[in-house]
């Protein structure tokens, strides 16, 4: 009788084994070929949730099976640690963004060691340590000095209360998401990276990354949105010009109005001389600075008594407005609008009872007066357009942009939607921007031996904005060009700049310097990155251009960091919440909000849940993907000290495909709990003893067959296929005879489910008496002569239905596939005695009798 699979005591053996031995740390001076393995390193916001364990058991898999094939593997283990929810939580608990990311570090890894990851953790990093970002800023003065990073005024969302940049998902409805105030738009003096300089490069980049999933780089090319258009020169009534991008030329017969940003040289202009532009202008302040903000906001103009000549009839004049939809640091900040062919446009134009012209058609439909709310966006061919009319669009656009050219008034062009990536954040956690403000000399780089500048911790939070502006000491300095007075930027980097290059700081960890050059080649590009789409643009383009700018100035000979890319889905939950009433900022009005609740908070009672604590009813909400903000996160800690990593790690695998999302359920836990003692048995039971020549051939053929499948499967990500084929495998092993290839297959079967269930294979080999640890022990050997199928499986009709099913040699003659159909029992019972009237058979594969 097999005893039970004691998981908890086994969890805790084995990882301190591990742990001792350093098994997983990778060795730079390996001879062996060599394997980088990453799963996009974690925030450190407090525990780790059911989402983290799929993400990293991804990883973690491929990780130690690489190890068995004979690789050297690098899967090192770091934290995202800067960022405004350390803040936010010093804020509300009045703790210091420092002591609460370090704690919750320490809480995150010591969950994510009870999980048996195969971790090297003798490379663990944190980004908020100065023996990080001290290199960070290091990298950011290289590529200061190759000219790589400016200054300028750009428009930010401004809160007026908390005195405080946002980022845009931090403004809701147009407000602060703490302070509840109007948010504005506000020039400020920002730092910008130029990645625009390595847009084309970028782009053209996406077509040899073949291990990336097309729904990614798609997502990528179109952020970098490469377009060819015209540039032109609208005459305008008081004598001045305007200028406009576009790339639809061929619609310009459909003009109707120009529009410029509130931004704009002529809008500013206005308000100088009319208090109404000014207000308006205001009020444009107050909304979104993305385009993809503008897009949803309701569209508004003001009409600034300028006319602009149509360039091809200068009797069209069309009106100048100034539009809330128009941003500044996009294009020229000017645009011609063209309603019947753009839906804001659309919009714009029924609300200012502005002309809406047809002048593309996708059928018979020529008629200049377009109806409806809709505008028409799709192909067809040039109508009400004069010289363009018949044409197609491409042909059209060629057509303007050569007339255009040849009298004088535009220009053909390439733009990109890309814009270069400002990263100066005014908050205190984060990395300190590396430069020195000094009246006389202007903005001077740290000298690099003064190196880190080490963010200070001596701050507070009890007064809104960036503690470092008022910090009394550490913003003053003096300046390291002239000696005089100066100060200390106290912009700190955006955090996507941590996570740009965390990769190289994994693969090499010199003190001196952000990395050796010739280690982190050896590791590098990442051969599998494993991460949510979530991240699809921005971060991996960020690490793209970080990577492409290294190999610019000569630091780095890499041009993609990451060679695979694996986008898993989410681990999906229901949510809880329930409606409360608020007293708003004036302490009048009630505001109704959404509270949500978590699993802990809510009880189940009759047909329903309520709250806990106020027994109040509680909704059952969609199933979403886990979140700390929805309270829906289910914590591994529980299952892990129930069931075991083993089980918690076997449902990760085996319950969806990877790529898509998997709703958490108690009730497949338990089920892989279960297969986890079914194992056990196997391992821990009795053995035949029997000799070689005590085959079971049919089984040997199954061994190899899923020994060659599980490593394919696992290679291909296609964890949940492994997982059924190990199913198949234990089935087929529970039905034999005891025999030496039963013996040979259950030993072999604890190295195939090593990558997945380790602490159990660990266990299972050690009770065997095999020498060394089972992460150390090869993958497996195919005999390529079992993967050969030698019978095959033959279906045996009568008029159509099935009655039996024969195991034949494969590759039988018709007349012996006949003779043994017409001779199995259930047939001859069947038949009865009467002859068959007609016989068909498909070799390998079918009899169909005809009675």
Known sequence: MASRFNALKADAAWQRVWDDARTFAARDDSPKPRSYVLEM??????????????????????????????????????????????????????????????????????????????????????????????????????????????????????????????????????????????????????????????????????????????????????????????????????????????????????????????????????????????????????????????????????????????????????????????????????????????????????????????????????????????????????????????????????????????????????????????????????????????DACGAVPVPKDQLPVILPEDVTFDIPGNPLDRHPTWKHVACPACGAAARRETDTLDTFVDSSWYFIRFASQPKDKPFDRTVAEQWL?????IGGVEHAILHLLYARFWTRALRHIGMLDIAEPFAGLFTQGMVTHETYSRQITELGSDGVDSILKQRWLSLDDIEKRGDGYVERLTGEAVTVGRVEKMSKSKKNTVDPTGIVDQYGADATRWFMLSDSPPERDLPWSESGIEGSWRFIQRLWRLFDGERSGLAAGTDNIALERKLHQTIAGIALDIEALAFNKAVAKLYELVNAIERAEPSASRDTAIDTL??????????????????????????????????????????????????????????????????????????????????????????????????????
């Open 41 to 438: 390193f974690p925030y450190p916001s407090g525990r780790i949730h059911m989402g983290h364990v799929r993400n990293y058991t991804m990883g973690d898999v491929l990780a130690r099976y690489r190890r068995m094939t004979g690789m050297e593997v690098l899967h090192p283990m770091g934290w995202d640690a800067f960022g405004m929810p350390a803040e936010n939580a010093a804020m509300e608990k009045g703790v210091h963004p420092g002591g609460w990311t370090r704690d919750n570090i320490a809480t995150m890894k010591a969950q994510l060691k009870r999980l048996g990851f195969a971790l090297d953790w003798t490379r663990e990093l944190a980004t908020c340590e100065p023996d990080y970002y001290g290199h960070e800023q290091a990298l950011f003065l290289d590529l200061f000095a190759h000219g790589l990073v400016y200054r300028k005024e750009s428009s930010v969302n401004w809160d007026p209360v908390d005195m405080t940049v946002l980022a845009n998902e931090q403004v809701i409805d147009g407000r602060g998401w703490r302070s509840g105030a109007l948010v504005e738009r506000r020039k400020l003096s920002q730092w910008f990276l130029k990645i625009t300089d390595f847009a084309d490069e970028l782009l053209e980049g996406l077509g040899g990354l073949e291990h990336w999933p097309d729904k990614v780089r798609l997502m990528q090319e179109n952020w970098i949105g490469r377009s060819q258009g015209l540039q032109f020169r609208f005459a305008l009534s008081d004598g001045g010009t305007v200028e406009v991008f576009t790339t639809r030329p061929d619609t310009i017969f459909g003009a109707s109005f120009v529009a410029v940003a509130a931004d704009h040289p002529i809008a500013q202009a206005l308000a100088e001389r009319d208090s109404a532009a000014t207000d308006f202008i205001a009020l444009c302040k107050r909304g979104g600075t993305t385009a993809a903000e503008l897009e949803t906001q309701e569209k508004l103009g003001f009409d600034t008594g300028l006319t602009a000549a149509h360039p091809f009839d200068p009797t069209i004049q069309l009106p100048v407005y100034i539009a809330n939809f128009v941003l500044m640091d996009y294009g020229t900040g000017a645009v011609f609008g063209v309603p019947a062919h753009d839906q804001r446009d659309m919009d714009f134009a029924r609300k200012y009872h502005l002309p809406v012209r047809r002048v593309v058609s996708d059928g018979d439909e020529t008629d200049p007066t377009f109806v409806g709310d809709t505008a028409y966006t799709g192909p067809g061919t040039l109508v009400n357009s004069h010289f363009l009319d018949g044409m197609d669009i491409e042909d059209a656009k060629r057509a303007v942009i050569q007339r255009a050219e040849g009298e004088g008034w535009g220009t053909g062009s390439t733009v990109f939607r890309l814009r270069d990536w400002g990263v100066s954040r005014q908050r205190y956690w984060g990395t300190p921007i590396p430069i020195i403000h000094c």
């Open 525 to 529: 590009p990442v051969a599998q990155y």
């Open 750 to 851: 604890m190295r195939l489910i090593a990558p997945m269930a380790p602490h159990l294979a660990e266990e299972a080999w050690s009770v065997a008496g095999k020498p060394g640890l089972i992460a150390d022990a090869p993958w497996p050997t195919v005999d390529a002569a079992l993967l050969i199928e030698d019978e095959v499986t033959v279906a045996v009709q009568i008029n159509g239905k099935l009655r039996d099913t024969l195991v034949l040699a494969k590759g039988l003659a018709r007349e012996e596939i006949e003779a043994a159909a017409l001779g199995s029992e259930k047939i001859v019972r069947i038949l009865d005695g009467k002859a068959p009237r007609k016989v068909i058979v498909v070799p390998d594969r079918l009899v169909n009798i005809v009675a």
